[in-house]
């Protein structure tokens, strides 16, 4: 979605389309592979850049709620991580709270997951939830970017 998708996903929340979207963020394209995705931190290793992302050759990683959440149509976005039981409750209720925007008809509601993909990153489940959260938490703080209250309500 950060990659291919990207056009797509900016005109849906521009318009405020009435649909949550819920993004996990691995920070590699894990299914295929494990080669470097938008989402690829500064130095992390992939098999298409197996010295490490630059930001010479590739770029700054997106922070995709940030950029959605500037676009008027964005009613909600929250980034969540699911390391660990609390943060697996934290991201439970941020979804919930997407559907109940939607069931209001609020608008475009984005849901962004960090997650691990200890396959492609070579390491354990344990050291990928702590690499996670040691390194991919720092970039992409978690908690809620953007929500917006329906006309004549108060964000609470």
Not at 47 to 70: F, H, K, N
Request: aromatic content about 8%; charged content about 20%; proline content about 4%.
């Amino acid at each position: 979605m950060a990659s291919i998708g990207a056009a797509e996903i900016v005109h849906a929340a521009m318009r405020g389309e009435k649909f949550t979207t819920i993004f996990v963020n691995n920070a590699i394209y894990g299914m295929t592979g494990g080669q470097m995705a938008p989402t690829t931190l500064i130095g992390q290793k992939a098999t298409t850049c197996q010295e490490g992302r630059t930001r010479e050759q590739a770029g700054m990683p997106i922070r995709m709620a940030e950029m959605l959440s500037t676009l008027d149509g964005c009613a909600y976005a929250e980034r969540v991580c699911v390391t660990d039981i609390a943060n697996i409750n934290k991201a439970k209720k941020a979804i919930k709270k997407a559907f109940q925007k939607q069931m209001n008809g609020e608008g475009f509601t984005f849901i962004e997951v960090l997650s691990t993909c200890p396959t492609n990153w070579g390491m354990t489940p344990l050291k990928a939830n702590q690499w996670l959260k040691d390194n991919m938490v720092p970039y992409y703080p978690l908690g809620v970017i953007k929500e917006t209250a329906p006309e004549g309500a108060e964000v609470k």
